[in-house]
């Protein structure tokens, strides 16, 4: 019965013709039928980019100097459009600095105004939440809302076990102590961004962010390290069974693997070529000649081949003339 199994190809390049033929004869040998790692899913997330950031640092500081000049409408304004364009992207490694960065710049800008005071609160216990309190200005007087904030404890519960999760820009597992609040989450798998969101932290235990599910047998479960005798899996493995191939001096090599457990790499060698069948004119012709032999042999046994032992008699007449 034939079956189907994954094929990790390590080589250089695409495969030679001559290795083609020695994965289709072991193929061929054993019964299974190769197949490509299924393509790991295009990520829909934006790239980084670097412009975005210093355009929005740059913003904040322009609201810094607006502030400064007792220009307090526009300052707000151009914070408002910075906290706009934020939410729309949470992939930014340093996304939660410069929202915590904007909620303190419009604390202190709102500050000034007495009927803003629980505003002023919220904004910097948001700020809290995402980079932990700052120490006050020299000078400056306590107004308590800078206090230390509970922390309550979340776990991420939809997360592979080659992920790494970062809470507002501090990397860590599953499990984590945050401040109840608006919180920048990213995931990382193998160094590649799979997930970014805008989430409130806090008030539920465990958290499920609907992170993308790694596809068995795809090029991102099947992620190995093969410069040893045998590969070994960076993570545990889904796929049931799988083969990985690589190309050494000596030719080709291949190693068995279930689920993270691989066997010892082995070098493929060409398949025996097959016996072909005699044909049948060599058959014929070899019994016809046999029995033209059989024929000579018989006449030689019977002497036909044989010459006389002595030659007949002859009578010699020898005339002796006249006397």
């Known amino acids: 019965m034939t079956q189907t199994a994954t ?22 040998q054993n019964q299974i039928v190769f197949v490509a790692p299924a393509p790991t899913p295009a990520s829909s997330l934006p790239g980084y980019r670097g412009e975005l950031a210093f355009d929005l640092e740059g913003r904040l500081d322009e609201a810094r100097t607006l502030a400064s000049s007792l220009d307090e409408e526009h300052a707000l304004a151009v ?48 700020a809290d939440a995402l980079e932990g309190p700052r120490a006050h200005a020299f000078g400056a ?20 076990a080659r992920d790494g ?16 609040g608006l919180h920048q989450l990213r995931v990382l798998r193998e160094h590649e961004l799979v997930f970014a969101a805008w989430q409130r932290l806090g008030t539920e235990p465990n958290v499920t962010l609907g992170v993308r ?14 410069n040893g005798a045998a590969p070994r899996a ?3 493995v889904a796929c049931a069974q799988w083969f990985v191939a690589r190309r050494v001096p000596s030719g080709l090599e291949l190693a068995h693997c279930q689920a993270s457990a691989c066997g010892a790499f082995v070098p493929l060698a060409p398949a025996p070529p097959e016996a072909k069948p005699f044909p049948t004119w060599a058959t014929a012709t070899l ?16 002497g036909g081949f044989e010459h006389d032992a002595a030659a007949p008699a002859k009578t010699v ?5 006249l006397r």
Do not use: M
């Not at 007449?317 to 003339?321: D, L």
């Open 7 to 28: 094929l990790l190809l390590l080589l250089a390049g695409a495969p030679t013709s001559g290795e083609h033929r020695l994965l289709a004869d072991f193929a061929r």
């Open 79 to 126: 914070l408002d459009a910075v906290e706009r364009e934020l939410s729309k992207h949470p992939e930014l490694p340093q996304a939660a600095w410069l929202l915590a960065e904007h909620h303190r710049i419009e604390a202190e800008v709102r500050r000034e105004d007495p009927q803003a005071g629980a505003r002023v609160k919220e904004l910097t216990l948001a």
């Open 141 to 160: 007087a306590n107004d308590g809302t800078s206090a230390t904030p509970a922390r309550t404890k979340v776990t991420v519960r939809d997360l592979a």
């Open 165 to 180: 999760l970062e809470i507002d820009g501090q990397s860590g597992g599953a499990e984590r102590l945050v401040v109840p």
């Open 213 to 226: 599910p790694i596809t068995p047998c795809s090029d991102e479960d099947l992620s190995v390290d093969a």
């Open 234 to 236: 960076h993570a545990p």
């Open 287 to 302: 019994v016809g000649a046999g029995a033209i032999a059989a024929g000579f042999l018989a006449v030689w046994a019977a």
């Open 317 to 321: 007449f020898v005339y002796g003339g």
